[in-house]
T-cell receptor, first 116, second 114 residues
Framework: DTGVSQDPRHKITKRGQNVTFRCDPI?????LYWYRQTLGQGPEFLTY????????KSRLLSDRFSAERPKGSFSTLEIQRTEQGDSAMYLC??????????????FGPGTRLTVL | AQTVTQSQPEMSVQEAETVTLSCTYD???????LFWYKQPPSRQMILVIR????KQQNATENRFSVNFQKAAKSFSLKISDSQLGDAAMYFC???????????WGAGTKLIIKP
């Protein structure tokens, strides 16, 4: 396993179009996280999954955003009716969590979205 | 609400010298975790070092060490013998545990001068 992968790495779209990103976590990891990172800022949490269950969603995640992790493996993040403000780097991370102790999150390379 | 502040948008250091990146945080909790992550240009975020708040001893990983001042809510990162490969954005982050989200600072861009 070579780590967390994300596809595509770059996406340019026109305002109003729908886009979908994919994240493949490290295979034995049960947690999967999505973050958004704008230029010059730290990541902002969007949502996370424990296996296939989506356990938390940020208030940043508007109705136009939806995420799935259908079989507890890869995940998709879809943005409908994209807006210019959606332009950002979308990061995926995964970890193995057992109990309450922190476990390291491993990040993918990100998908850079540009909305024209 | 928990917040993380990195007051240095950019730092530069001569290769082989030592640099310290600052981070302060605000929390009312007593048990938590603090992290420094590195994000090289066009590459993924990686964990540099982690500190558990209940541990008094400062964490160290090779050339990277932290100065954790719990009462002052300060968590600085010291990089010794800076190398060109250390050039990156460095993010300080806070977390209450695995069931809580990472709270991130805005980052410090570290430039290494050859």
């Amino acid at each position: 396993d070579t780590g967390v992968s994300q596809d595509p790495r770059h996406k340019i779209t026109k305002r109003g179009q729908n886009v979908t990103f994919r994240c493949d976590p490290i295979s034995e990891h049960n947690r999967l996280y999505w973050y958004r990172q704008t230029l010059g800022q730290g990541p902002e949490f969007l949502t996370y999954f424990q296996n296939e269950a989506q356990l938390e969603k940020s208030r940043l995640l508007s109705d136009r955003f939806s995420a799935e992790r259908p079989k507890g493996s890869f995940s998709t993040l879809e943005i409908q009716r994209t807006e210019q403000g959606d332009s950002a780097m979308y990061l995926c991370a995964s970890s193995f969590v057992s109990g309450g102790a922190y476990n390291e999150q491993f990040f993918g390379p990100g998908t850079r979205l540009t909305v024209l | 609400a928990q917040t993380v502040t990195q007051s240095q948008p950019e730092m530069s250091v001569q290769e082989a010298e030592t640099v310290t990146l600052s981070c302060t945080y605000d929390t009312s909790e007593s048990d938590y975790y603090l992290f420094w992550y590195k994000q090289p240009p066009s590459r993924q975020m990686i964990l540099v070092i982690r500190q558990e708040a209940y541990k008094q001893q400062n964490a160290t990983e090779n050339r990277f060490s932290v100065n954790f001042q719990k009462a002052a809510k300060s968590f600085s990162l010291k990089i010794s013998d800076s190398q060109l490969g250390d050039a990156a954005m460095y993010f300080c982050a806070y977390n209450l545990g695995s069931n809580y989200q990472l709270i991130w600072g805005a980052g410090t861009k570290l430039i290494i001068k050859p």
